[in-house]
């Protein structure tokens, strides 16, 4: 075959080619891994959000100041609704939504949840780019996550990581409430941003950055997010009723007071007058179902009652003395400290 080739191509012996080099098989890469699909389809649903609060001058006969916050915001509709957390326009005085195509539009809150950290703004525009969303969409530690805000107004950055842990608790005043941990960058200017997978839906509602006590400790590579099936619960609130109404029932626990036989959580708390007290509940009675769901953490029972309206009857099956008693609990609404 070689003799064939230089018969029929004789200038290939004086040139330069070298020849051997057509019998090579070619080398071939695996394609490269990218989030770039992801971060096309979520990237022009993130927001960049300029608040101004004007704070009162305590020095004499100064004018007040203007405070300029930076943070992030994700379209969760076409019509103008976003999200964002409630510290980024916090006594905001002028909201200010830029968009990734450089447009600019005023805000105004819709409402507020202090609970979540969690906004609701609304521009006055239509077919807005949405944010990717799947109804029943859970997260589960060990994901691949990407966080996509505007860390120090450097404009649109993607950070990524994984989720760390789920179920985070004690980060609000509402210790059932339950956060992702992640460790993808969140700096300021990414609060309010999305959180996302990598297919480009949104898994959560980038939130905050974990504080030691003690500020010599450095800490790294722990952050927070607002997972999306609660941000979009009480977006749907604040949107319908201005405001979000969570069920209380007032009683408390730990995660040390869980019965094993019968299986149950042991109350240890009952807030005077409160929905508990006021049906008979008392302390030392080990709840064992509510509404025929069987229970065996404080946590997630607090999150049925939270999530239940005001006014609802909940039946709870209770151990007390060795008996199985049944105490109907009128849900109240959650009192705000």
């Known amino acids: 075959m070689a003799v064939v080739i230089l018969v029929v191509f004789p200038d290939i012996q004086d040139s330069d080619t070298n020849w051997w080099d057509w019998f090579k098989a070619k080398e071939s ?8 699909k992801a971060v096309q389809r979520a990237g022009p649903a ?31 509709d076409a019509d103008g609704y976003m999200l964002t957390n409630y ?4 006594n905001a005085a002028q909201i200010k939504v830029d968009l990734q195509n450089g447009q ?6 819709i409402g507020f949840d202090v609970h979540t950290d969690l906004a609701v703004l609304k521009i006055d525009a239509t077919n807005l780019p949405v944010i990717p969303q799947i109804a029943d969409q859970e997260s589960f530690a060990g994901d691949v996550v990407l966080a996509i805000g505007n860390p120090l107004n450097l404009g649109q950055t993607i950070t990524q990581g994984i989720i760390s842990a789920t179920g985070r608790t004690g980060l609000s005043s509402t210790n059932h409430l339950q956060f992702l941990q992640m ?37 790294q590579g722990i952050f927070f997010a607002v997972p999306y099936q ?11 009723n201005g405001k979000v109404t969570r069920g209380w029932l007032g009683v408390g626990g730990n995660s040390e007071s869980i019965s094993r036989d019968p299986k149950g959580f042991v109350i240890t708390e009952i807030t005077p007058e409160g929905p508990a ?6 302390i030392n009675d080990i709840v064992t179902q509510i509404a025929d769901q069987p229970f065996t953490t404080i946590v997630n029972a607090l999150d049925l009652v939270a999530e239940t309206r005001p006014g609802t009857v909940l039946n709870f099956k209770v151990y007390r003395n060795n008996k199985l008693i049944d105490i109907p609990v009128t849900i109240q609404e959650k009192r705000e400290d």
């Open 46 to 76: 993130v927001v960049n959000i300029y608040s101004e609060e004007i704070q009162n001058n305590l020095t004499y006969l100064r004018a007040p100041r203007r405070v300029t916050r930076l943070g992030s915001g994700v379209i969760m």
């Open 183 to 219: 460790d993808a960058a969140i700096n300021e200017g990414n609060s309010g941003g999305a959180l996302v997978d990598t297919n480009g839906v949104l898994v959560g509602i980038n939130s905050r950055q974990f504080k030691g006590v003690n500020p010599q400790l450095d800490i």
């Open 277 to 282: 007290d006021l049906a008979g509940l008392r």
């Open 87 to 90: 510290h980024v326009v916090q």
């Open 104 to 109: 600019e539009f005023p805000a105004v809150v």
């Open 29 to 36: 890469y695996p394609a490269p891994l990218t989030y770039a």
């Open 230 to 240: 609660m941000a979009y619960k009480v977006m749907r609130q604040i949107i319908e």
